[in-house]
């Protein structure tokens, strides 16, 4: 296997740790809006989004009202495989996988295919899009959702203003 070394001073790796999550800096502040599910009625969402102390670390948490769904997600930059990843942490116990694409992001728009192992045994996938490109509003979907042995899942979308 072929290693990769860099020199660091003290605290240095927590700075380039927060250095590597520039291109998710926008994503700060909390939004509320409507989660739309085809062929249901909306249901009330609430996003966070919190930072640590030095940037290296991005929390959110997921908020669905009534439907009693609560999702906390950790995002970070993975420096083994060079990438910023998440894994979302799910108030059922499903856990789902996130890896940020830069190719199909932007300035103000964070791209993530997201990934999972259902309790079936099959694979769960996605494209998550946090679209921050009006200011003070928030639009969010999920599309090309893929359940291996389970039922077709529609596209969700959400859009939310900034409280």
Not at 21 to 44: D, N, R, W
Request: contains cysteine.
């Amino acid at each position: 296997p072929q290693y990769k070394y860099t020199r660091v001073k003290p605290n240095g790796l927590q700075n380039l740790s927060s250095s590597k999550m520039e291109p998710l800096k926008f994503m700060t502040g909390k939004f509320s809006g409507k989660l739309i599910v085809p062929g249901a009625e909306p249901y009330e969402l609430e996003l966070i989004f919190n930072w640590n102390d030095n940037g290296s670390v991005m929390t959110n948490l997921w908020n669905l009202g009534d439907a009693g769904n609560t999702n906390t997600s950790v995002f970070s930059y993975d420096f083994v495989s060079q990438a910023i990843k998440g894994r979302m942490f799910n108030s059922s116990g499903f856990q789902i996988d996130a890896i940020y694409i830069p190719g199909q992001s932007s300035e103000k728009i964070a791209v993530f295919a997201e990934s999972a192992e259902e309790v079936n045994g099959g694979m769960y996938h996605c494209i998550t899009t946090f679209d921050f490109s009006e200011e003070g509003k928030l639009k969010w979907s999920a599309i090309n959702r893929v359940s291996q042995f389970g039922i077709e899942l529609p596209d969700l979308s959400a859009d939310l203003v900034k409280k």
